[in-house]
């Protein structure tokens, strides 16, 4: 064995130092990076109490990158300080949420590095451009069962006194009258003051799209309509528009009517609406952002919120029935 000298036992010493050293600073690089990418955990919604959801669709496009530059990172930056700020806070994703295809590869490569940064804080609904993936498997692989169970596209949570239901626009024949027996029997168990339904494609709107034109839409609409539910969010026509109370007739009524909201304004290119339908009470095709909602005991408060450099308002109160 050959002698060591103190010299060089100290500089061994030193650059085994150095290199724990280097290694423990890049562990706390990677927590910090880690932190700053992805929202504050997801607390529990305490039952009864207020709480904040933000909704939008048609959100990131593959058509025009991931980058920070690119709408759908608008629309991310929006909301991650926001939900940092509120850990019981969550996200309605409003269907067409990773373009062209909703492939399994679009969803890790264009929602992932914006939207998903609060992925666990999302629920969920498939659009038209899920299913052009054969059954949408895309979609479910993505978000796994925070899509709900069975792969069908549908399911209920309650977010403080509030229920609410992701719905599937895209069903037709067995699967949808399968639906229509679900959310039928779910809204005769779950009794509430307040609840809301989303999904996709839109029952009235100003955007090309127009009003719905297949009859699975009027089916959800008037099953929810007789519940007497308050409020319905969709996307579909890439624009915000809100309805007023309208029954299941599409007629104006204060009393027991469902505000619907149009927010396809997530990150994918805006649509130029047509003439403003019946009972358009506020709409715009300028500009990307999302819709906050306060759901609260008795009634929900809404605001939109555009991306920076953005100026277009609207905001309100209303009571529950």
């Known amino acids: 064995m050959f002698p060591i000298s103190k010299a060089s036992l100290s500089l061994f010493c030193g650059l085994l130092c150095s290199v724990a050293g280097m290694a423990q600073a890049t562990e706390q690089k990677a927590a910090q990076n880690t932190a700053q990418n992805t929202a504050q955990t997801a607390t529990q919604p305490t039952p009864g109490a207020s709480l904040t959801v933000y909704a939008a669709g048609d959100i990131a496009d593959c058509r025009y990158g991931p980058g920070p530059v690119y709408p759908v990172a608008k629309t991310a930056d929006l909301l991650f300080p926001l939900l940092q700020q509120d850990s019981a806070a969550r996200v309605l994703a409003l269907g067409d949420n990773a373009y062209q295809k909703g492939s399994l590869a679009e969803y890790n490569h264009c929602y992932q590095p914006t939207w998903g940064k609060f992925k666990d804080r999302t629920h969920p609904s498939p659009g038209n451009h899920e299913y052009q993936t054969p059954d949408a498997q895309g979609y479910f692989d993505y978000f796994g069962a925070a899509a709900g169970p069975d792969k069908r596209g549908y399911y209920r949570v309650q977010l403080g006194a509030w229920q609410v239901y992701s719905l599937n626009s895209n069903l037709k024949d067995l699967a949808q009258q399968q639906q229509l027996a679900w959310l039928k029997q779910e809204l005769a168990n779950n009794p509430a003051r307040c609840a809301l339904a989303y999904w996709h494609h839109p029952m009235f709107s100003s955007g090309p799209h127009g009003n719905s034109k297949s009859k699975n839409v009027p089916e959800l609409w008037n099953l929810l309509a007789a519940a007497k539910v308050d409020l319905i969010l969709n996307g579909h026509d890439?624009?915000?528009?809100?309805?007023?109370?309208?029954?299941?007739?599409?007629?104006?009524?204060s009393a027991d009517g469902m505000v619907q909201f149009v927010v396809g304004t997530g990150g994918s290119g805006l649509y130029e609406m047509k003439a403003l339908k019946k009972n358009s009470k506020a709409a715009q095709d300028k500009e990307l952002g999302v819709l906050k909602l306060v759901l609260k005991e008795d009634g929900f408060d809404w605001q939109f919120l555009p991306v920076a450099g953005g100026s277009f308002a609207d905001s309100g109160s209303q009571a529950c029935h």
Not at 238 to 253: K, L, P, S, V
């Open 238 to 253: 890439h624009h915000y528009e809100r309805f007023a109370a309208q029954d299941a007739n599409g007629q104006t009524d």
